[in-house]
């Protein structure tokens, strides 16, 4: 995690400043699509995929940036549909949980516990780095408030 002896593992996007032309979606279709697939419980990132494979009325939308000039995490704060918590934060307290539950059923293993102590010591990194903006100043991560918030 803290070396710099592996390269990156993805690979660039390609630079593309305007949207494709066969993907002519009306950009306030993709914004209702977006907030109605909030709605319906998917994170932003599932919001893209769903927009990339399915579309809008049938017309995929490769990226929806491009498409509106807005991220899909700005179109649903103009609309009031954010999740409570940044998608990051999210998926490490969901992980976070499981391995405690694990550690409960399985107390001898200590592999899964160190990964349990990174996971939570990245949650508190990252709860700081979001204190104030995202997360409430007096939130504090603890495993009780972890399944409190998520449940």
């Not at 993907?23 to 993709?30: G, P, Q, R």
Request: glycine share 6%.
């Amino acid at each position: 995690m803290h070396t710099r002896r592996r390269g990156s593992s993805d690979s660039d996007r390609p630079a593309a400043t305007d949207p494709p032309e066969w993907s002519d979606v009306d950009e306030d279709a993709i914004e209702q699509r977006v907030v109605e697939l909030a709605e319906d419980g998917h994170s932003p990132s599932e919001i893209g995929v769903k927009l990339r494979d399915e579309g809008v009325g049938g017309t995929p939308v490769p990226d929806v940036s491009l498409a509106t000039g807005k991220k899909v995490t700005e179109i649903l704060e103009d609309n009031e549909a954010d999740p409570e918590l940044p998608e990051d934060l999210h998926n490490l307290m969901e992980r976070a949980i499981r391995l405690h539950e694990h550690m409960d059923a399985n107390p001898g293993d200590h592999q899964n516990k160190r990964a349990l102590q990174n996971c939570e010591a990245k949650i508190r990194r990252l709860v700081d780095y979001y204190r104030g903006d995202e997360v409430d100043e007096s939130f504090t991560y603890t495993y009780e408030n972890a399944v409190e918030r998520l449940e």
